[in-house]
């Protein structure tokens, strides 16, 4: 009779099992507790290292040389190299640690099971073997009618079974509890077996979880991240997951399944991105495996998708991006750059443009690109980014000229552009006033002499504050030639402002107060300018309007030579100047900018007329106070310039209804707006609208008597500060007076009136010629 026994090599028939199965689990628990001391060890070694750095570094902070700089740089470099990898070691050793411990105790899980496996193993030979003489021996005892051999006190003692009676109607019972047995010592051996193989499934997930903590720690800049934001590395594992769970995300946002089922993934990753926002791990592994066109192609997609995005994503044409989420991504893009390189940096502002900037204009592609763009570039990031953002714009810049309608849509990108130069004072000099004077025109005409057909949504403030930032750091240079270039900045700027950024719907007050502020330099040559352009100014030649350049003698006023210093002076075109000095004080708030300028170039013009020089030689104070005044009524003047073109504007208005009129040519056909405007000027006090010249003599009458206001200001101070600073050197009334009778405010007629006269009728109501 066959066995029921299994056939094979192992017990009672059992094949035997495959190589490296149901036998101890290999591994060393006391081997990695050893290498978690060592790197613990290392890591306090390290440690006490920075410490003693830092110390040095303490000691070097009060002390100044090129040479200290460059040792305190380093020693910097080397305390955080020694915290970036004493954190790592730290992090290594917590992981060996809890490594000895698991597979220690899943070691002894699985000896445990062998050896109840060994002892099932034995008790199911025994019983297989009961089972095996109990078949043999059934039909003995039916044959003899007797107990069968092996039956008895004897039999049960040779086959470790209970005594069962011999006779024949007993001998099955022997059977059947043999086969009982059996199948219990069998079903502990599966069971054993199975927590072996649980025991040996612990200890190899453990294995995969260290070795990838392990890796993980080999990625340096996301561990200096960590590092750097004051976390503890043993927590990048679960970061650096995330961050590539999402990477494998942004392909299903675009592609596979229904609408439905990409706005899930879509709203699955704003959730994941926000979540993630200040965890400086997630995003140094994000931007590693992720690019800025799978994140835009992720989150706005191109075609008909785009109607599946949420408006919190900034679906749709022009939707604003949510709030949260651009936090989260410029946080995130911050976070990154902490650790980055300045090339990787670079690098990425380039792609952050040029992604975005490849489908622009193109149908089907959505606004939104650029909100996400946008937020990608917050003006805090390195100057490497945005360098590289404007490197991409520039060449942009270059293929798309003349602009087109991307140009619109791109213009949130170029505002964080601008706002990221702005940030970063010598790069936006760089740029905006590059050492080529070749190169000004072009850049001139890129940032400042064009304007997306909506405006600027920011209305202007970023790009004229990096006009602003970019003459500013050329002015306080005491180089004549970081001086020179901007300079020449401004005199391409003054031709280029009136018809690009300056023409933006709606501009910013503090972005016509940029403006004024980067002429405030300038201020000590536009009466000169204005005068020496005006063909009313009553000398023998008008010159003419000259070309963008510098002008390297420019004084404050003649025969001062270097007495009162001057940063080298733009060459202007006055009649552009009025233009722009109009179109940035057309509110008041954007005036006071333009005022502002004037009380500060006034206080310094008293300080120089009343400095030390002066009370020595007091000749040439008469003519600094004299040019002054004829700076500040061109400027005052230009403020006034845009009444004067609403005025003429009416007029012509008037004078072409009233033409048409005569004509026989009826309200109705020419217009209502037109008609509406001119019969609405006609209802003002004293106006007809049979008396054309109305509006531009109403003007003129209130520019009238501004003008007078001013010069008694601004004449009024000059005067009475020289007077009074002469009076406390001991001076009596009437010899400070006589000292500066050329200055005294004595009406129309008197000498600080006519200078100021002249440059503020020029300016607010030039000649029709002047152009």
């Not at 920075?50 to 305190?72: I, K, N, P, Y």
């Not at 946080?331 to 940096?345: F, K, N, R």
């Not at 722009?580 to 013009?605: F, H, K, M, N, Q």
Request: with cysteine; hydrophobic share 45%.
């Amino acid at each position: 009779m066959t066995p029921v026994g299994r056939e094979g090599d192992g017990p009672g028939g059992r094949p035997a099992p495959p190589a490296g199965e149901l036998c101890p689990l290999p591994g060393s628990p006391p081997a990695l507790v050893d290498a978690a001391t060592a790197a613990g060890r290392a890591a306090a070694g390290l440690e006490d290292a920075r410490t003693r750095l830092l110390r040095v570094r303490s000691a070097l902070d009060g002390q100044r040389s090129t040479a200290v700089e460059r040792a305190r740089e380093r020693v910097t470099a080397a305390g955080d190299a020694a915290r970036t990898s004493g954190g790592m070691l730290e992090a290594a050793a917590a992981t060996l640690r809890r490594h000895a411990a698991v597979l220690g105790d899943a070691q002894a899980a699985a000896q445990r099971a062998l050896a109840f496996r060994a002892d099932a193993l034995g008790r199911e030979a025994r019983w297989q073997a009961e089972a095996d003489e109990a078949r043999r021996s059934t039909w003995n005892i039916a044959a003899a009618g007797g107990a069968a051999p092996g039956t008895g006190a004897a039999g049960a003692a040779w086959s470790g079974a209970p005594a069962l009676p011999g006779d024949p109607a007993h001998a099955h019972l022997r059977l059947a509890a043999a086969e009982r047995e059996l199948a219990a010592a069998r079903a502990d051996v599966a069971a054993a077996e199975a927590r072996w193989r649980a025991a040996r499934e612990t200890k190899d997930e453990a294995s995969r979880r260290a070795a990838a903590a392990l890796a993980s720690l080999a990625d340096v800049r996301a561990v200096r991240a960590i590092t750097a934001a004051g976390a503890e590395p043993a927590g990048f594992q679960a970061s650096g997951d995330a961050a590539r769970s999402v990477v494998a995300l942004l392909p299903r946002a675009t592609s596979g399944g229904d609408a439905a089922a990409r706005r899930a993934v879509r709203d699955d990753l704003r959730h994941v991105l926000t979540a993630h926002a200040d965890d400086p791990a997630f995003w140094a592994v994000f931007w590693d495996d992720a690019s800025p066109a799978q994140l835009y192609e992720a989150l706005i997609p191109r075609g008909p998708g785009a109607a599946d995005v949420p408006a919190a994503l900034g679906g749709g044409l022009g939707q604003a991006l949510d709030g949260e989420l651009a936090r989260a991504l410029g946080e995130g893009i911050g976070l990154w750059a902490q650790t980055a390189s300045p090339e990787e940096q670079g690098d990425l502002g380039r792609h952050l443009v040029r992604d975005v900037a490849a489908g622009a204009g193109e149908p089907l592609t959505p606004a939104g690109r650029a909100e996400v763009a946008a937020a990608l570039l917050p003006a805090s990031l390195p100057a490497a980014v945005h360098a590289g953002a404007d490197d991409a714009l520039d060449a942009w810049w270059s293929e798309r000229a003349p602009f087109d309608g991307s140009f619109t849509v791109l213009a949130p990108v170029v505002v964080a552009v601008a706002a990221g130069l702005a940030a970063h004072p010598r790069l936006a000099f760089d740029r905006l006033a590059p050492a080529d004077a070749g190169r000004v025109g072009p850049s001139v005409s890129r940032w400042l002499g064009s304007v997306p057909h909506a405006g600027w949504p920011d209305g202007g403030r970023a790009v004229a504050r990096a006009f602003a930032t970019a003459v500013d750091v050329g002015t306080a240079s005491p180089d004549r030639g970081d001086q020179a270039r901007a300079a020449l900045l401004v005199s391409h700027a003054t031709e280029a402002l009136p018809v690009g950024l300056l023409r933006t719907p709606g501009l910013a007050d503090d972005a016509a107060g940029s403006v004024a502020l980067a002429y405030e330099p300038y201020v000590p040559v536009i009466g000169d300018v204005s005068q020496a352009q005006s063909p009313t100014s009553g000398k023998a030649g008008v010159e003419p309007v000259p070309a963008p350049g510098v002008d390297l003698d420019a004084e404050v006023a003649p025969d001062l030579g270097d007495r009162v210093p001057l940063v080298v002076q733009p060459e202007l075109d006055a009649f552009a100047l009025r233009d722009v000095i109009g179109a940035t004080s057309r509110t008041p708030g954007a005036a006071a900018a333009w005022l502002g300028v004037t009380d500060r170039y006034t206080e310094w013009v008293l300080e120089q007329a009343t400095s030390e020089g002066f009370d020595v030689d007091t000749g040439p104070r008469v003519p600094l106070v004299q040019e002054a005044l004829s700076d500040i009524g061109a400027l005052t003047g230009g403020m006034q310039a845009e009444t004067i073109d609403m005025a003429r504007a009416q007029v012509d208005t008037r004078e072409t209804v009233l033409a048409l009129a005569g004509t026989g040519v009826g309200y109705l056909r020419f217009g209502s707006r037109v008609v509406t405007e001119a019969v609405g000027l006609a209802s003002g006090p004293a106006l007809s609208l049979f008396d054309p010249e109305a509006p531009l003599d109403d003007a003129r009458e209130r520019i009238w008597s501004t003008e007078h206001g001013l010069i008694d200001r601004y004449a009024t101070d000059l005067y009475d500060g020289v007077v009074q600073h002469d009076l406390g050197l001991g001076l009596t009334p009437d010899a400070a007076a006589e000292r500066s009778s050329g200055l005294k405010p004595d009406g129309n007629g008197s000498a600080p009136a006519t200078l100021f006269d002249a440059p503020f009728d020029h300016l607010s109501d030039p000649a029709g010629d002047d152009r």
